[in-house]
């Protein structure tokens, strides 16, 4: 990438970086650039000439490490990579760091590497790169203890150089991995929870849906039973107010089924028992009230009997040497001039 320029080349005084073995250490080397190219990098050499020998000696061992391999350089462009100027043959070089092909005005500086002889050229933009080295080494300071904070550690020693403070964030990322992997497992469970809750409760809103339904229809037929004022139906209607309406129709239907006589009384034991005073027309009254619940109550009984005999003959196998006959109870017999069939 270098050769011999031509006369009209005119040396011009630049600023070259080598790395000593604690710093940086700024000396002044003749380095050749073109006339009409004048160096546009005095501003960037005196302000990586003031930072402290502390980050300048990190920037040469953490930042660029021991630079880029040949074989990954970029390739001979026609045009720097980084002004865009049209470069020669004499005038294209490689940057030792990045690898990006540049020209002369764009590669005025030189680096030493640690445990390799010689200078090393590098672009302008590689050695901005060390002027920001404090700060890139605060932001990972603050980014690898908000990291141990979010893991419940306690963070580390502030890190004293680039590579301390990345390793401090590669450590406090590990844990995090785990943390994230449990955390996703459990949100990943709660929502098949929540799916499945949800399913359950449109399964019981249905369910509830349909019970309302069903006592507002019971609730309509009984209302319609009776004569008495119907109430209006809840609204909005919920379950427990459909109840309601629905069960506000026993009272009525009661009354309505004492009037027309067909209820029963309730059978009470003799401690409920309480005498009535009957006057006298209840009294003349009263055997014919007798005679017609007698009737009622012996036709009731007979046809329960009945019933019951001919649901008990349905499962029962027949029966030999019977004396009574299963219908009328008659007897059965020669005796009695009648056929046991």
């Not at 050749?32 to 160096?39: A, I, K, M, N, Q």
């Not at 000696?57 to 930042?63: E, G, K, N, T, V």
């Not at 019971?218 to 139906?233: F, K, N, V």
């Not at 329960?304 to 006959?325: G, N």
Request: net charge positive.
């Amino acid at each position: 990438c270098s050769g011999r320029l031509p006369k009209s080349v005119s040396k011009q005084v630049g600023m070259m970086l080598l790395a000593s073995d604690d710093r940086f250490t700024l000396q002044q080397a003749p380095i050749r650039t073109l006339d009409r190219r004048p160096s546009t990098d005095s501003k960037m050499n005196s302000l990586l000439n003031r930072a402290p020998s502390q980050t300048q000696s990190q920037f040469a061992d953490s930042l660029y490490g021991d630079g880029v391999d040949r074989s990954d350089w970029e390739g001979n462009a026609p045009n720097c990579s980084l002004c865009h100027a049209a470069v020669g043959r004499m005038s294209r070089h490689h940057c030792r760091v990045c690898g990006r092909c540049v020209c002369s005005a764009c590669s005025l500086n030189f680096i030493q590497y640690e445990d390799m002889q010689g200078k090393h050229r590098t672009c302008k933009m590689c050695v901005s790169a060390a002027q920001r080295s404090p700060a890139v080494q605060r932001r990972l300071a603050t980014l690898s203890d908000q990291l141990y904070v979010l893991q419940g550690a306690e963070p580390p020693s502030a890190p004293r150089s680039v590579d301390e403070a990345l390793a401090h964030c590669e450590a406090a990322a590990l844990p995090l991995e785990d943390i994230f992997t449990t955390a996703t497992a459990t949100a990943e469970r709660a929502v098949t929870e929540a799916a499945m809750e949800r399913r359950a409760r449109q399964e019981r809103e249905e369910e509830s849906s349909f019970a309302r339904d069903a006592f507002v229809s019971l609730g309509i037929r009984l209302h319609s039973m009776h004569r008495g004022e119907e109430p209006q139906q809840p609204n909005p209607l919920t379950l427990q107010g459909a109840a309601t309406y629905c069960c506000s129709a026993l009272g009525p239907l009661t009354e309505e089924l004492a009037r027309s006589g067909v209820s029963r009384p309730r059978t009470k034991s003799l401690g409920q028992i309480k005498p009535v005073r009957v006057n006298s027309d209840d009294a003349e009254a009263l055997p014919e009230r007798q005679h017609s619940r007698n009737f009622k109550t012996s036709s009731l009984k007979e046809f329960s009997s009945m019933r019951d005999r001919t649901s008990t003959a349905q499962h029962v196998p027949f029966a030999d040497h019977v004396t009574e006959c299963s219908v009328c109870n008659a007897k059965l017999g020669k005796r009695h001039l009648r056929r046991r069939h």
